[in-house]
Nanobody, 128 residues
Framework: QVQLVESGGGLVQPGGSLRLSCAASRFTLPYYHIGWFRQAPGKEREGVSC????????YYPDSVKGRFTISRDNARNTVYLQMNSLKPEDTAVYYC?????????????????????WGQGTQVTVSS
């Protein structure tokens, strides 16, 4: 059974940083685009960072551009999300997700939530 397991969430003050990790098991990570999505209470789940399976193409919405960085280590089957200059509006449950690379572009994966597998989520709270 495919698994994506997130870690690294927690409570951080505004302006602080967090790094989320997503460990993948039971599937071949290099064949998949990987993304991070978030969902705040009462809001739709939105894509905040996605990276392509092979050429390093990334997608970020304007709300996080310049503050969030996604990276992947295929040898370790792990994907990371570095979040800097965090704001209270970044508070949400953050989900790791995977999409078979031949089914979508990395942009459509993130913009349209075209997903094959979801992780269980990790809470990020930005508050003083």
């Amino acid at each position: 059974q495919v698994q994506l397991v997130e870690s690294g969430g927690g409570l951080v003050q505004p302006g602080g940083s967090l790094r989320l990790s997503c460990a993948a098991s039971r599937f071949t990570l290099p064949y998949y685009h990987i993304g991070w999505f978030r969902q705040a209470p009462g809001k739709e789940r939105e894509g905040v960072s996605c990276v392509s399976s092979s050429d390093g193409t990334t997608y970020y919405p304007d709300s996080v551009k310049g503050r969030f960085t996604i990276s992947r280590d295929n040898a370790r089957n792990t994907v990371y999300l570095q979040m800097n200059s965090l704001k209270p509006e970044d508070t949400a449950v953050y989900y790791c997700a995977a999409r078979w690379s031949r089914s979508s572009t990395v942009h459509s994966m993130c913009q349209n939530r075209e997903i094959d597998y979801w992780g269980q989520g990790t809470q990020v709270t930005v508050s003083s």
